[in-house]
């Protein structure tokens, strides 16, 4: 299936670019190419003088956007199979020490959502793996079938804000001790269905459950906070940092992470040291439009986020 074309509508598309385009002569980084809206669009605002690196974490993302009627062919543009937790090490690679802007999109893209062969909805049934990156790590009927009740209620929980994630890991450890395992997505939704007793009016079931078996296996939450984290050394002074999120857990680890860094702060371990100078001064928080939330759906809960490097702190 990795040939097959599978649409994809970026979301705020035009406000992530206007955030993120500071000088049309710069170098940028689209941290989560997806199927290459934001770039696309990046490079249609960039000079002849501009650069674009990319990089995915999805070898069929990257294979968009080197092959088939999708690829991009400018040599202001490349694409580099990574996370964007090691985009420091992948830049050094390339001789680059610092982008005037950076752009994190994050989530699952429609793609992903709609290949069956992915794992990743309940919608289709399919082989239940939800792994960004298929090269490496394990499914989720890996994890599943490994873990014990304990670890798997934890990571409903926690990443999923599911209430009955104790039931939910009771029935999953009892179907796979009774020698029947979960391995498709449909019987993934149907243990759930059958443990959730209740749910918000036009949710399946199943929302919480999946969201959080995603994350965990592609550890998103730690990835977000060690390429955040790696974005304070990368961004030159007066940068942009965009970060676009669709859930709460991811938005909050934004939202903690730009207000530690816009102020200035004082070690109490050392009252008379200098203050540690602030790093970001954060620009806006930005929703969709109504309009595109009709248009599509899927931008309902998208939250983004924007940030500017100071000239304090950052080393010659």
């Known amino acids: 299936m990795s040939g097959a074309h599978f649409s994809h509508t970026t979301v705020l598309l035009n406000e992530a670019v206007d955030a993120l385009v500071t000088t049309p002569d710069g170098l940028y980084l689209d941290g989560t190419f997806g199927r290459g809206g934001h770039s696309r669009a990046l490079l249609a605002r960039l000079s ?9 974490r999805d070898p069929q993302a990257v294979e968009a956007a080197t092959s088939g009627d999708q690829r991009i062919d400018d040599p202001r543009f490349s694409i580099h199979h ?17 982008v005037d802007g950076l752009l994190l999109d994050l989530g699952v893209s ?19 793996d939800m792994r960004m990156d298929t090269t490496r790590g394990e499914s989720a009927a890996d994890f599943l079938a490994r873990a014990d009740e304990r670890h798997i209620a934890e990571v409903i929980r926690d990443h999923g804000e599911e209430r009955f994630a104790v039931q939910v890991a009771k029935a999953l450890v009892a179907r796979r001790e ?3 395992p979960v391995l498709t997505t449909g019987q993934l939704s149907e243990v759930v269905a059958r443990a959730v007793k209740t749910r918000e009016a036009g949710q399946d079931p199943a929302t919480r459950t999946f969201q959080a078996l995603r994350i965990f296996v592609n550890a ?6 060690q390429g955040l984290s790696a974005s304070l050394h990368l961004l030159s002074p007066g940068a942009r940092l965009v970060v676009i999120s669709f859930h709460s857990l991811e938005d909050r680890i934004v939202k903690t992470f730009i207000a530690r860094e816009s ?9 008379f040291a200098p203050e540690k100078a602030m790093r970001l001064k954060a620009i806006a928080r930005v929703k ?19 940030a500017e490097r100071t000239d304090v702190g950052v080393a010659a």
């Open 48 to 56: 002849p003088q501009g650069r674009l690196v990319a990089i995915d």
């Open 82 to 98: 990574t996370s964007f937790a090691q985009m420091a090490p992948l830049l050094a690679s390339l001789g680059i020490e610092r």
């Open 110 to 128: 429609s793609p992903q959502i709609d290949n069956p062969a992915r794992g990743f909805s309940f919608r289709f049934d399919g082989p239940l």
């Open 178 to 180: 009774g020698g029947n």
């Open 220 to 225: 998103e939450l730690e990835e977000l906070e």
């Open 263 to 271: 102020r200035d702060v004082v070690d109490r371990r050392a009252p």
């Open 288 to 306: 969709p439009s109504e309009s595109e939330i009709r248009a599509n759906p899927r931008s309902r809960s998208a939250v983004m986020r924007v």
